[in-house]
Structure formats: structure tokens, C-alpha cells
């Protein structure tokens, strides 16, 4: 799991503000990648995924980026909201054709959203 | 569906005393995992199954862990004797298999003294 990490292990923001969150991988085979959040007490909540072969996807108020040619993955969180408040964690993939699902899950980051 | 489902939520055991945590995966869901979550560590994958077979328990750290899925609905992780160190919050999780989202339950808190 330590191949997967994280820039930054806090991140505090303004509410409306936008919030990035960085994600550092060194398997250069990992085809898929997930953003999960977890809040206190809770287990780890999908937010949204990406393959390989795109550098970009959206969902609500989510971005993610990926750079495979320095293996990293951004998730950005447009107009952040207290509820956004948690911690966000990146996960990638074995690669290789991998069809187990096996994760490999990066530290995570505590994000911080002041009213 | 209820999602993945765990329990108990908390657990606190004396050392040495055997400990079990259940886990029901997400109906058609073909792998399921187990991860334990500390300050220090972090998320770590324990052992993951694919249509019931134990695929990888590299990361289960000793012999007195060991786990079971003896049917698509059901898996046990099991710690005999416990020990302090094993104090985390243990999660458990299932995918339809290949690449696809994780859905984690809510965690055992596991508390050994």
C-alpha cells in the first residue's frame, strides 16, 4: 500500500472555495484509480474513478485528473462545502490486466473546510 | 440493498481472548476484502477472496489472524489469542470484481486491553 501516498496530509479551505487534493502512485501498470472519502466514523465512500485511458473525468462538483506521465492524481472539489469535511483517500489498482479488484490505498489527506 | 454490513461495531475484548468480526457482502458481489485502518498504518489490505477462495492473506500479519468466507454472503476474520496491537478499526469490503469501486461497510472498532 506504501507505493500510493499523498503531498499533503491536511488541507484547510474557506467554504466556496475550491479545494485540490493531491495523489502520488509509483506502479506505472495501475489502470484504475478511485477517490474515496471517509467521514468520522464511517468507512471509506466512493466518490469517483478513473481508467488509464483518460486524463480527466467529472462527476458533482468533482474532478479528477490523472497524469500518468509523473503518476499523479488530483481530485478537485469545486465551491467546498462544510460537509466536505473528511478524509479523502486515493487507491489504485494492481494494473497488469488485473480483473481481482485488489486496492492499494494511499495514506489519505484531512480536509478542512471553515465557514 | 443494505450495502456491506458489519458486526459488531465495537468490540472490546480482554488480551488473549478470541475475537470474531462478520462481514455480509453486497448480494452478487464476487470479492470481497478485509482491510484494518490505523493512525499508523493507515488502510491495510488483510486478505482478499474472489468467488469465495482466499486469493491473497499476504498482508494478514500473523498466524493468530485467519479468515473465512464460507459461502457468497457471509466471511469471518478471526483473531485467537488477540492481542493489544490489534487494537483498529477493521473494515470489510466487496466488488463486483475487476476494475470497479470498492463498497466498504462501516468498520469494527476494535479496542484489545
Known amino acids: 500500500g506504501e507505493s500510493v501516498g499523498l503531498h499533503l496530509p491536511t488541507l484547510s479551505v474557506q467554504e466556496g472555495d475550491n479545494s485540490i487534493i493531491n495523489c502520488a502512485y509509483s506502479n506505472s501498470a495501475s489502470d484504475y484509480f478511485i477517490w474515496y472519502k471517509q467521514e468520522s466514523g464511517k468507512g471509506p465512500q466512493f466518490i469517483i474513478d478513473?481508467?488509464?485511458?483518460?486524463d480527466k473525468r467529472q462527476g458533482q462538483r468533482v474532478t479528477v485528473l490523472l497524469n500518468k506521465t509523473v503518476k499523479h492524481l488530483s481530485l478537485q472539489i469545486a465551491a467546498t462545502q462544510p460537509g466536505d469535511s473528511a478524509v479523502y483517500f486515493c487507491?489504485?489498482?494492481?494494473?497488469?490486466?488485473?480483473?481481482?479488484?485488489?486496492?492499494?490505498f494511499g495514506r489519505g489527506t484531512q480536509l478542512t473546510v471553515w465557514p | 440493498d443494505a450495502g456491506v454490513i458489519q458486526s459488531p461495531r465495537h468490540e472490546v475484548t480482554e488480551m488473549g481472548q478470541e475475537v470474531t468480526l462478520r462481514c455480509k457482502p453486497i448480494s452478487g458481489h464476487n470479492s470481497l476484502f478485509w482491510y484494518r485502518q490505523t493512525m499508523m498504518r493507515g488502510l491495510e489490505l488483510l486478505i482478499y477472496?474472489?468467488?469465495?477462495?482466499?486469493?491473497?492473506d499476504s498482508g494478514m500479519p500473523e498466524d493468530r489472524f485467519s479468515a473465512k468466507m464460507p459461502n457468497a454472503s457471509f466471511s469471518t476474520l478471526k483473531i485467537q489469542p488477540s492481542e493489544p496491537r490489534d487494537s483498529a478499526v477493521y473494515f470489510c469490503a466487496s466488488t463486483l470484481g475487476g476494475n470497479t469501486e470498492a463498497f466498504f461497510g462501516q468498520g469494527t472498532r476494535l479496542t484489545v486491553v
Open positions: 487507491a489504485e489498482n494492481e494494473g497488469r490486466g488485473s480483473t481481482l479488484g485488489r486496492l492499494y
Open positions: 478513473i481508467r488509464s485511458n483518460m
Open positions: 477472496f474472489n468467488n469465495n477462495v482466499p486469493i491473497d
